[in-house]
């Protein structure tokens, strides 16, 4: 819907169209807060990473930590299961902002695939970092349990070695999923929440006895930190990273390279998408 007197050049303008709100406002206006080809617009991804990584981690860490305080009334399917959805839920609501990635396992074997600037890398891990510490830091002041209660621990009748391994071929899987169904050659859009959402919950349902199934060094780190306990927090780190990067190999060799538009615009959102063969779908 264009606003009345507004000419087409205006419209077809790839730099400018009008906006639900925005329409009386001077069109310079307009640009500085629409112009998400701005790099100066990164702080709204940032902010998406946060957020999701926040609410994330309430459903990841605070089912523990809710059982610990009021006698176990969250059963371990549901414990596993709410993550997922969570996860499903933030990649439909916010994917197109920031990619939705919430890991940075997530976000590393995005930019080893060439579809993401390892520039950004960085920034998101730090805002996956603010995100979880922030879940769990609220978790603890409001249910009033030990954050060492929503962490990721092998268990006790397992070894370190048995859990790293799980959590790298977990991992692999999971990261399988989301450079497969954000490929050119198998994109499916917002559908591809509910493989990634699916698949979370699915490797919580049958691994999480052993080693929690965390594939997240973020979702693992931040309990940890506000516990101050990183009892066998390498398997939560070098798990998850490994298994990323044997699936960013495995996406080669099913699909050939990466950093084409589509896996460009699944890994980037839709705000500022810088794809490395603008030719490949």
């Known amino acids: ?15 400018f169209w009008p906006h639900l709100g925005l329409s009386g406002l001077p069109k ?6 629409t112009d998400f080809n701005n790099p100066k617009q990164e702080w709204r991804r940032l902010f998406s990473e946060v957020m999701g990584t926040f609410l994330l981690l309430l459903v990841a860490a605070g089912a523990g930590m809710m059982n610990a305080e009021f006698g176990n009334p969250i059963s371990r399917t549901a414990a596993v299961v709410a993550p997922g ?31 993401f600037p390892w520039r950004r890398v960085p920034g ?18 409001v249910i009033g349990s030990s954050a060492s209660n ?7 009748t397992t070894t370190h070695m048995a ?22 050659a198998q994109n499916i859009g917002i559908i591809g929440a509910l493989g990634v959402g699916g698949y979370v919950a699915l490797a919580g349902l049958w691994a999480s006895p ?25 398997v939560y780190l070098a798990g998850p990273l490994l298994g990323a990067c044997l699936a960013v190999v495995a996406a080669y060799v ?7 538009v589509a896996g460009s615009q699944a890994a980037q959102g839709a705000l500022f998408t810088q794809a490395k063969d603008s030719h490949k779908a």
């Open 28 to 33: 310079n206006v307009v640009e500085r807060l």
């Open 85 to 115: 959805l969570m996860v499903m839920a933030m990649i439909l609501f916010m994917g197109r902002v920031s990619g939705a990635h919430f890991n940075p396992a997530v976000s590393i074997a995005f930019a080893l695939r060439g579809d």
């Open 210 to 234: 052993l080693s929690g199934a965390s594939m997240n060094p973020i979702r693992s780190l931040a309990p940890d930190l506000v516990a101050n306990d990183f009892t066998a927090y390498w």
């Open 150 to 156: 929503g962490a990721t621990y092998p268990a006790e």
């Open 124 to 141: 998101y891990i730090v805002a996956q970092f603010i995100g979880a510490v922030l879940a769990v830091l609220f978790l603890q002041a």
């Open 254 to 260: 099913l699909r050939g390279r990466g950093g084409g």
């Open 163 to 184: 859990a790293f391994l799980m959590e790298v071929v977990l991992t692999f899987g999971l990261v399988s999923v989301i450079l497969g169904t954000a490929s050119g």
């Open 1 to 15: 819907m264009t606003s009345q007197g507004q000419n087409s050049s205006d419209v077809e303008s790839p730099d």
